[in-house]
């Protein structure tokens, strides 16, 4: 397994501003993605983040509202940028081996 | 997107009872994953299945990859308080073009009997 954690473990921002969130895992990976749930809800997969290249965004998130860098194989960031109160949900990073996904602890942000 | 149908959505549950989930797929995964998130916490792993018709245990904790591909059950023998929280199933198919990419179940919500 890996050790995730994530930076700010919460966060309450005002609409029409952006906010950085930090993965970082304790060992190389190949693979991690970003999660979001909204309240009360599952989990729904917002993009993939490659190294060295762009994410790959699932249908519904664009690369304007959720930009993603991924500069090494140990970390990388989600920005929810112009943010709104939709955008109030737990943002998740998660990391793949070969054959199990392990989640970080969620950063839960609150949009006014 | 495709979703997982997962029941009970919520239940309760009375200590040293024996409780059961389930979930179903309209398409075949080749792995499943059942989770537990606990509040203000990311889900964690509990069982890991990668074969059609596969049954495994951990502790207190079945599972099993049905034999159709399309569905996945958890148990939980003999529960205890802090088995409350929220359980996810997700489907995976590794070595397709989706990659590890997982999808959820809606979750079952597992509270304590009044």
């Known amino acids: 397994s890996a050790v995730i954690s994530q930076k700010p473990s919460r966060d309450i921002c005002q609409r029409g501003t952006s906010l950085t969130i930090q993965c970082q895992v304790d060992?190389?990976?190949?693979?991690m993605f970003w999660y979001r749930q909204q309240p009360g809800q599952s989990l729904t997969l917002i993009a993939t983040?490659?190294?060295?290249?762009?994410?790959?965004?699932e249908s519904g998130f664009v690369i304007d509202k959720f930009p993603i860098s991924r500069p090494n194989l140990t970390f990388s960031t989600l920005t929810v940028s112009n943010m709104s109160p939709e955008d109030s949900s737990i943002y998740l990073c998660?990391?793949?081996?070969?054959?199990?996904?392990?989640f970080g602890p969620g950063t839960r942000l609150t949009v006014t | 997107g495709q979703q997982l149908n997962q029941s009970p959505q919520s239940m309760f549950i009375q200590e040293g009872e024996d409780v059961s989930m389930n979930c179903t797929s309209s398409?075949?995964?080749?792995?499943w994953l059942w989770y537990k998130q606990d509040p203000g916490e990311g889900p964690v792993l509990l069982i890991a299945?990668?074969?059609?018709?596969e049954l495994t245990s951990n502790g207190r904790l079945t599972a099993q990859f049905g034999i159709t591909r399309k569905d996945s059950f958890l148990n939980i023998s003999a529960s205890i308080p802090s088995d409350v929280g929220i359980y996810f199933c997700?489907?995976?198919?590794?070595?397709?073009?989706?990659?590890?990419?997982?999808?959820f179940g809606g979750g079952t919500r597992v509270l304590v009997k009044p």
């Open positions: 998660s990391v793949a081996t070969s054959l199990e996904q392990y």
């Open positions: 398409s075949i995964f080749n792995t």
């Open positions: 299945l990668y074969k059609a018709g």
């Open positions: 983040a490659n190294q060295g290249s762009e994410a790959t965004y």
């Open positions: 060992s190389q990976v190949t693979m």
């Open positions: 997700a489907g995976q198919n590794l070595g397709g073009a989706a990659g590890n990419k997982l999808t």
